[in-house]
């Protein structure tokens, strides 16, 4: 609304007139990080900031670029001291803003010295405000260690940073380094905002494998930190095939827009595990042994192909909303179903074309993305699409209970279902000459500048796709966001030659996934999803389960009569198939047991795609490798 932009907009004048009273404007800000103590998880800071005397404000950074959340670990922030000519400078916190700092700098003090630690926390959950250090590694992610005064644009402050590391570790960064010295590492000037998108990957532990494919004239890296040495195999075929991945990217875009490339990857069961974009470089953490164990490899997949395309889609290119021009200033996410929706459409797409997934991996987890997201998912009958988007901020941190009736962050995978639709419209429109490849070259293409930020709009983008092929997408993508069907969009896989079926078959990809995420997915059958347990981490609403009486917090611990395991489960569902006795759940709630007849004899179910006949196989054409292999 107008009124409340107004607002915004006032009070951002207010804060950066406040800030630069204090500020001498251009000397850059020096920040040392000393994480040699990283195995005993405390990382130290040192700054020095060019000030005047009068009123400072200085900032933690609180809305992380790629995370989408108010989400800077502040709570990890200790020992918090300021001074200038060595005397101490007292500091209050902002009643309001829990990331915000005021000092009042003294007359005669030119520079203010910082010093805090980041304490590193043990728990996995969360992004990189979870677990980044073990005793072998770390991940330096340049927000969580440094503050910034208010009044300027984080492109706009300048800082030099140095990072010293554990005796004998090895890093990688997209970070230029101006020069190392033993464990101590001085990078060259950079904005704050090209530090906080440049993050430090180090180990005991290291390897970097050189994916750039021949010919190609930008270097692209891999950057291997694991927990072992064992860890850091890579197969020959492994590494061709993101070499493949690197140079389908090029077909597919037409342009980089990057000095060089590295995949931070690190390999770790103490770490949190996630994927995080830069412009430069991904962040992506997983399981110690991913690399050698065919069962977590193919579930990680998508994962740097999904980081890698957030290069372009998401960095170079990115909402306006989404692109506010320091960290203290919210982010609006409701166009996160492009930022996101179609990273995920071409990660999948980008895995296939390489040959980490094969063609009927790349079905596979279409026919579960479909049927993961209805029909008989009730929560899209009340919230559409465009609010998991514009509510990303609580429901990344959401727990899997009860994410069938509240929905998730489905702007990943539906997101991806509409992108799939937009392909074949193109297709359709176009008569088979255009695709939406091609409206990847154009909006992503354009000279290698380096890392340069191009906003856009859902107009932008509207008028972008009439360039490729006239429609009203305005109507078709308001629609398909504002939709409260139980139907998922599944326009994109019928106008493509597939349909979604259910077989008592498993999947391989399930059970790659069940094998990581030590759980049980029996969503399609009675409507549950356990742990190994059998604690119920969801049960559908509206599914036998659910109509029983089974909630998501509850733990089964008899089948039949015999005690819960995954296989006694499914070999009585199997077995009821031929029976007309109901399936005897004994559940444990809060201290009470109860048991649950389920009158279900549908057997196991898992949805497959197969081939609609007489429609053109679409699929097909659309996961051909673009580049020579
Ligand atoms: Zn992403």
């Not at 994927?275 to 490899?297: A, K, N, T, V």
Request: glycine share 8%; hydrophobic share 40%.
């Amino acid at each position: 609304m107008i009124i409340s932009r107004y607002r915004t907009y006032m009070v951002c004048l207010f804060v950066f007139a406040l800030g630069t009273l204090a500020l001498r404007a251009q000397s850059p800000i020096t920040l040392d990080v000393d994480a040699t103590q990283a195995p005993r998880r405390i990382i130290h800071t040192h700054m020095a900031i060019p000030v005047s005397p009068g009123p400072l404000t200085l900032y933690y950074p609180k809305w992380i670029p790629g995370e989408h959340a108010p989400d800077g670990p502040i709570l990890n922030v200790t020992g918090l001291k300021f001074s200038g000519n060595g005397k101490t400078i007292p500091w209050r916190r902002d009643l309001v803003d829990m990331f915000t700092f005021h000092l009042d700098i003294p007359q005669g003090v030119s520079v203010l010295d910082v010093k805090f630690d980041y304490v590193e926390p043990t728990s996995t959950a969360g992004f990189t405000a979870g677990a980044s250090a073990t005793d072998n590694l770390v991940v330096i992610s340049w927000n969580q260690n440094v503050l910034y005064p208010a009044g300027r644009r984080a492109q706009d402050i300048v800082l030099k940073a140095s990072l010293k590391l554990p005796e004998g570790w090895k890093f990688g960064t997209a970070l230029p380094v101006a020069r190392r010295e033993g464990n101590e590492i001085e990078f060259k000037p950079a904005s704050l905002n090209r530090l906080v998108d440049s993050p430090v990957s180090a180990s005991r532990f290291y390897r970097v494998v050189d994916v750039t494919p021949p010919g190609e004239p930008v270097h692209h890296e891999i950057d291997l930190a694991a927990d072992s040495q064992a860890a850091l195999k890579m197969s020959p075929e492994l590494k061709q095939e993101y070499t493949n991945l690197v140079a389908e990217t090029g077909k597919l875009f037409g342009a980089r827009h990057y000095r060089d490339y590295h995949f931070l990857l690190t390999l770790s069961n103490y770490v949190a595990h996630f994927g995080l974009e830069h412009h430069e470089s991904d962040d992506s953490r997983i399981g110690e042994f991913s690399l050698i164990d065919p069962r977590l490899r193919l579930n990680m997949a998508t994962l740097l192909p999904h980081e890698f395309v957030h290069s372009w889609n998401g960095k170079f290119r990115r909402p306006k909303d989404l692109s506010p021009p320091y960290y203290e200033q919210p982010m609006k996410t409701d166009m996160l179903w492009v930022y996101e929706g179609l990273t995920q459409y071409l990660g999948g797409l980008l895995a296939e074309r390489s040959g980490l997934w094969t063609p009927d991996d790349y079905r596979q987890s279409l026919a579960s993305i479909a049927a993961r997201l209805g029909p008989g998912r009730p929560g899209r009958t009340w919230r559409p699409l465009l609010d998991t988007a514009a509510a990303a901020q609580i429901l990344y941190g959401a727990p899997g209970q009860w994410s069938n009736w509240r929905r998730g962050v489905d702007f990943y995978d539906e997101g991806l279902l509409v992108w799939l639709e937009v392909n074949s419209i193109i297709h359709r429109q176009t008569h088979g000459k255009k695709s939406l490849d091609d409206f990847c070259r154009l909006f992503y293409g354009g000279p290698n500048d380096g890392p340069q930020l191009m906003t856009y709009t859902f107009q932008d983008l509207v008028d972008a796709l009439n360039q490729i092929a006239p429609y009203d997408w305005a109507g078709f993508l308001h629609k398909r966001l504002n939709s409260t069907s139980p139907e998922a969009p599944l326009g994109g896989i019928e106008g493509s030659g597939w349909k979604v079926v259910y077989t008592s078959v498993e999947p391989a990809l399930l059970q790659s996934s069940e094998a990581v995420h030590d759980n049980i997915d029996e969503t399609y059958s009675i409507g549950l999803q356990l742990k190994e347990d059998g604690t119920v981490q969801d049960s559908i609403v509206t599914l036998p389960a659910y109509q029983a009486g089974i909630s998501p917090g509850m733990k089964v611990i008899a089948v039949n009569g015999r005690p819960f395991t995954p296989q006694v489960l499914r070999l009585a569902l199997r077995a009821g198939t031929t029976s007309k006795e109901p399936l005897r759940l004994r559940v444990l709630n809060d201290g009470y047991y109860k048991t649950c007849s389920i009158d279900y004899h549908g057997g196991e179910r898992f949805p497959h795609l197969v081939r609609e006949a007489g429609r053109p196989d679409l699929l097909d054409e659309m996961l051909k490798p673009l580049a020579a292999q």
